[in-house]
């Protein structure tokens, strides 16, 4: 008889976003006495660049066409050269060389975070952040790198916490070091960037003792202060601990159409192997690449109508974020992040729990926010909001929460 991956079992059934919809049906089944607005989705909402539509339409049209179709991609790592050499010029543009083969573009980061696991043996010890995108936690309980679930935690990982202490970035931990460190920045969902000084302790920490970073940069291009880094790369000495995610997701509202893309250095080794060559032959044996379509939708990303286009759907989240930020701070509440990502972090009053917060505003202003403990234990006092929603209903949602409070 087929046995059963076991630890599936012990996962405890993905309690954040169900939950949070059984609340708000059963609100909604009551009849709402104003309109919902969602606040708690981390997905876009404005459409592709008019670029990046010509692109897709022009491909899908060399692809009906004889001399033009394409098969499989045979060109290196399942990707394009104009799509990886364009990934590259624009790390170039930041100061950062990296190699084009050392570009392997996927259809999301979030399969990226999750197969990477592959290439590492099940016995590393892995520390997360806490709060944390669940999931690069999920990914390693179902490899069998996190242990036990006890309700609250996994007893295999190590929780770095993120608080207002701290600047929400953390410090190294005590003891045994980690050998998979987790960093999103800026983060989901705390919405706070690490600094070029913060980034840099970590990966002098990794160096030292052999761990590896797996930096998550999705949010990039919603940084707007200077001095925080783009790039994990932009760090000296990143080229020998780290591996980034990228993602055009949020970057170019590409949620709906997938592409991503992770940089492993050459010059990454750990346990006499080139984690390069492994995440390679990796990729060669799971997976056949991204649409030629699609590959060519990320490439006009980088031309320069894509960059103007891209930026102004940036903007528009970075300015709802900022309506959050000043009306929310005015309304008494202490918020944080909001100004390099699209997240905002919002303390709970005085008191009161993140669930408890996330029904006042649901029942009271019909605002659907996040309860930040469903993403750890240090979540517990914060509600996340997302500047991703339509700009009148951001603004009306601010109002809304200002007269309850
Ligand atoms: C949205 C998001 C991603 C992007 O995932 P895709 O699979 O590329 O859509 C990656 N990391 C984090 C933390 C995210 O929130």
Same mark, same amino acid.
């Given at each position: 008889?087929?046995?059963i991956?076991?630890?599936?079992?012990?996962?405890?059934?993905?309690?954040?976003?169900?939950?949070?919809?059984?609340?708000?049906?059963?609100?909604?089944?009551?009849?709402?006495?104003?309109?919902?607005?969602?606040?708690?989705?981390?997905?876009?909402?404005?459409?592709?660049?008019?670029?990046?539509?010509?692109?897709?339409?022009?491909?899908?049209?060399?692809?009906?066409?004889?001399?033009?179709?394409?098969?499989?991609?045979?060109?290196?790592?399942?990707?394009?050269?104009?799509?990886?050499?364009?990934?590259?010029?624009?790390?170039?543009?930041?100061?950062?060389?990296?190699?084009?083969?050392?570009?392997f573009v996927?259809?999301?980061?979030?399969?990226d975070?999750?197969?990477?696991?592959?290439?590492?043996?099940?016995?590393?010890?892995?520390?997360?952040?806490?709060?944390?995108?669940?999931?690069?936690?999920?990914?390693?309980?179902?490899?069998?790198?996190?242990?036990?679930?006890?309700?609250?935690?996994?007893?295999?990982?190590?929780?770095?916490?993120?608080?207002?202490?701290?600047?929400?970035?953390?410090?190294?931990?005590?003891?045994?070091?980690?050998?998979?460190?987790?960093?999103?920045?800026?983060?989901?969902?705390?919405? $706070?960037?690490?600094? /070029?000084? =913060?980034?840099?302790?970590?990966v #002098? !920490?990794?160096?030292?003792?052999?761990? %590896? +970073?797996?930096?998550?940069?999705?949010?990039?291009?919603?940084?707007?202060?200077?001095?925080?880094p783009?790039?994990?790369?932009?760090?000296?000495?990143?080229?020998?601990?780290?591996?980034?995610?990228?993602?055009?997701?949020?970057?170019?509202?590409?949620?709906?159409?997938?592409?991503?893309?992770?940089?492993?250095?050459?010059?990454?080794?750990?346990?006499?192997?080139?984690?390069?060559?492994?995440?390679?032959?990796?990729?060669?044996?799971?997976?056949?690449?991204?649409?030629?379509?699609?590959?060519?939708?990320?490439?006009?990303?980088? $031309?320069?109508?894509? /960059?103007? =286009?891209?930026?102004?759907?940036? #903007? !528009?989240?970075?300015?709802?974020?900022? %309506? +959050?930020?000043?009306?929310?701070?005015?309304?008494?509440?202490?918020?944080?992040?909001?100004?390099?990502?699209?997240?905002?972090?919002?303390?709970?009053?005085?008191?009161?729990?993140s669930?408890?917060?996330?029904?006042?505003?649901l029942?009271?202003?019909?605002?659907?926010?996040?309860?930040?403990?469903?993403?750890?234990?240090?979540?517990?006092?914060?509600?996340?909001?997302?500047?991703?929603?339509?700009?009148?209903?951001?603004?009306?949602?601010?109002?809304?929460?200002?007269?309850?409070?």
């Open positions: 008889m087929a046995r991956n076991r630890n599936f079992l012990k996962l405890p059934g993905g309690y954040l976003f169900p939950e949070i919809g059984r609340r708000v049906r059963a609100f909604s089944a009551q009849g709402t006495p104003m309109p919902l607005i969602r606040l708690g989705i981390g997905d876009v909402t404005q459409p592709l660049a008019p670029a990046v539509v010509d692109a897709m339409v022009g491909a899908a049209k060399e692809m009906g066409v004889k001399e033009t179709f394409r098969g499989y991609c045979e060109e290196t790592c399942c990707a394009y050269d104009f799509l990886r050499f364009a990934i590259r010029d624009s790390y170039r543009e930041r100061g950062v060389e990296i190699a084009d083969d050392e570009i996927s259809d999301g980061a979030k399969s975070c999750g197969s990477i696991g592959d290439i590492f043996s099940v016995d590393n010890v892995v520390a997360v952040c806490d709060p944390v995108y669940p999931v690069y936690v999920d990914t390693n309980a179902m490899a069998g790198r996190a242990g036990d679930h006890d309700g609250e935690r996994w007893d295999g990982l190590i929780y770095l916490p993120c608080t207002a202490q701290n600047g929400f970035f953390p410090s190294l931990p005590e003891g045994r070091a980690p050998d998979l460190i987790y960093i999103c920045s800026p983060n989901n969902p705390t919405g $706070t960037a690490a600094s /070029k000084e =913060q980034l840099k302790v970590w #002098d !920490y990794a160096n030292a003792s052999g761990s %590896v +970073i797996l930096f998550d940069s999705a949010y990039e291009a919603f940084i707007s202060e200077p001095g925080i783009h790039s994990i790369f932009e760090v000296e000495g990143a080229e020998t601990c780290a591996i980034e995610f990228r993602s055009f997701s949020k970057s170019a509202g590409f949620t709906g159409t997938r592409c991503a893309y992770t940089v492993i250095p050459k010059a990454l080794e750990r346990d006499g192997a080139c984690l390069n060559a492994l995440w390679n032959r990796r990729q060669g044996t799971k997976f056949n690449g991204v649409s030629y379509v699609v590959q060519r939708a990320a490439e006009a990303v980088f $031309t320069p109508e894509g /960059k103007a =286009q891209t930026r102004a759907a940036i #903007d !528009y989240y970075r300015n709802n974020a900022k %309506v +959050i930020r000043e009306g929310l701070t005015t309304a008494g509440l202490t918020v944080y992040g909001g100004v390099n990502a699209p997240y905002l972090w919002v303390r709970t009053p005085e008191g009161v729990s669930w408890d917060f996330f029904d006042l505003l029942k009271k202003a019909c605002v659907v926010t996040t309860p930040g403990a469903g993403f750890g234990p240090s979540g517990e006092g914060y509600v996340r909001v997302t500047a991703f929603g339509d700009a009148d209903d951001t603004k009306r949602a601010v109002q809304r929460i200002a007269s309850v409070l």
